[in-house]
């Protein structure tokens, strides 16, 4: 048997996955999955994403969840103080492990940036006050997220988790970046795209004990599966796309990056919920 995964990034909770998500998650501990992160679009979807949690956990693959505002979902989710209240009352769920999914993303032009930023500056200051590390987006922003990252990290004790730069898709100076201010970088589907050569250039280049494995799933599907909906099993794609860039057994990868997602999330060992 192979060594087990995490999927530190898999929003289970969406409608995509209504018709068979038993069947999903059957397929997912087939493929030797041992746990998901679940992160939130905003509270709503963390309180849909802690009740799926909750009830769909099992001994053998556990659920867990991130709260917080993604930056699309600012302009319309965002009511500050409110908002953090929610996300605060929220983050004493037993399985909250990270403030997430925030960030900035430059590419679409849903919510203002000035307003984006204002949000990440106030959920940063939530995940240090919680002592939760942080699930961060970042698209066509990578400079203005790490300037902000920058001055967060000089706030915080030494032994706080940072958190994770989402499927990250900057170059190889941004990644060496966010390692040197403690972040872990996050890899998902694109790795195995023919044309995806900066970004395996960056896994070639960080260390294997600082890579975590995503797949975002319903979005961004591994090649063979590419044009087809995402599902945690996938992320064995992931891994073996990683292995064979930085030419180290599958296993190797696997045992890595699942203590990764055990230390930098604090998750309890296979088969033990967080209440355990």
């Known amino acids: 048997m192979t060594a087990p995964l995490i999927d530190t990034h898999a929003h289970l909770d969406f409608e995509a996955f209504d018709p068979d998500r038993d069947q999903v998650l059957r397929r997912a501990r087939e493929a ?20 799926l949690a909750d ?24 009511h500050g103080a409110d908002t953090l209240a929610r996300l605060r009352e929220l983050a004493r769920h037993p399985r909250v492990v990270a403030i997430g999914e925030i960030g900035l993303d430059y590419h679409w032009d849903f919510t203002p940036p000035p307003l984006q930023k204002q949000a990440l500056e106030a959920q940063l200051d939530l995940a240090r006050e919680l002592g939760l590390p942080v699930i961060l987006h970042q698209r066509e922003s990578a400079q203005d997220l790490l300037a902000m990252l920058r001055a967060w990290a000089v706030t915080l004790p030494s032994d706080h988790p940072r958190g994770v730069l989402h499927s990250f898709s900057a170059g190889p100076e941004e990644a060496e970046q966010a390692l040197d201010l403690g972040f872990a970088i996050g890899i998902t589907g694109p790795v195995t795209f023919k044309k995806a050569d900066t970004l395996r250039a960056v896994v070639a280049q960080t260390p294997l004990e600082s890579l975590l494995v995503e ?38 990868v696997a045992r890595a990056t699942t203590a990764h997602a055990r230390r930098r999330f604090r998750l309890p060992e296979t088969g033990r919920g967080p209440n355990d």
């Open 32 to 51: 030797g999955v041992v746990a998901v992160i679940l992160p939130a679009l905003d509270a709503t979807t963390a309180g849909e994403a802690l009740a």
């Open 55 to 78: 009830a769909a956990s099992t001994p053998d693959l556990q659920l867990y969840v991130a709260v917080g505002v993604h930056p699309n979902s600012v302009a319309q989710a965002w």
């Open 215 to 252: 797949t975002d799933a319903p979005f961004l599907t591994p090649h063979p599966y590419r044009g087809k909906r995402n599902e945690p099993a996938y992320v064995r794609f992931v891994a073996e796309k990683i292995a064979e860039v930085k030419g180290v057994p599958f296993d190797q």
